[in-house]
Nanobody, 126 residues
């Protein structure tokens, strides 16, 4: 059974930092592209960041320069370090795992991923 368990969300003031973690079990970690998406109230889910098995990363324009993504293969965990947080970063953040052959170049498309965590709330106060 595949499980993706996010942690690390919370309430932070604007300008602060948080680190989200996503612990993965039940799949061959090295075969999967790992991403973070987020969904704010009343808005569509949006791509945030991706990291390939080889460590290549990419980010949404809205978070470039502020967020970093990494993965630890030994711990089967993906991290999202979020710095200089803004109120507009407030959302539920979801970890997603997609088989490398399914994701392809569509890493920013949620439908390419078939494994999702339950989400963790991030709230940034102004």
């Amino acid at each position: 059974q595949v499980q993706l368990q996010e942690s690390g969300g919370g309430l932070v003031q604007a300008g602060g930092s948080l680190r989200l973690s996503c612990a993965v079990s039940g799949l061959t970690f090295s075969n999967y592209v790992m991403s973070w998406f987020r969904q704010a109230p009343g808005k569509e889910r949006e791509f945030v960041a991706v990291v390939t098995a080889g460590g290549t990363s990419n980010f949404a324009d809205s978070v470039k320069g502020r967020f970093t993504i990494s993965r630890d293969h030994a711990k089967r965990t993906v991290y999202l370090q979020m710095n200089t947080l803004k109120p507009e970063d407030t959302a539920v953040y979801y970890c997603a795992a997609g088989y490398v052959g399914d994701v392809g170049s569509g890493y920013d498309t949620g439908s390419r991923y078939n494994n999702w965590g339950q989400g963790t709330q991030v709230t940034v106060s102004s």
